[in-house]
């Protein structure tokens, strides 16, 4: 049995910068929604559909403990994001390699 297709790709997923605080909330240990919701000048309901995209895109997943429902980081999912800059790091990287090399072989105007 193949995985279940995502909704949202992490690109979108962390598009919005509460779903980035919320993601970086849930890096240092698994919370509530109460929890997570106290960091936010907005309802639970509007925390809950952050949520919903989040676990769409498979960067967290949720299970219940008790009465509450524990959202956990998996970063995982990241990686897609890691190896996409990785090619820009590179880019960024030779580009300044280029300029620098310019600069130095630069006769001073002077």
Sequence with gaps: MSAPALKHDVFQAIADPTRRTVLQLLARNDMPIVAI????????????????????????????????????????????????????????????SLLKEFVENTPDPQ
């Design 37 to 96: 919701s106290e960091n936010f000048p907005l309802s639970r309901t509007a925390i809950n559909k952050h949520l919903h995209i989040l676990s769409d895109a498979g960067l967290v997943s949720s299970r219940r403990v008790g009465r509450e429902t524990r959202y956990r980081l998996q970063p995982e999912r990241l990686i897609e994001l890691k190896d996409w800059l990785a090619f820009f790091e590179t880019y960024w990287d030779d580009r300044m």
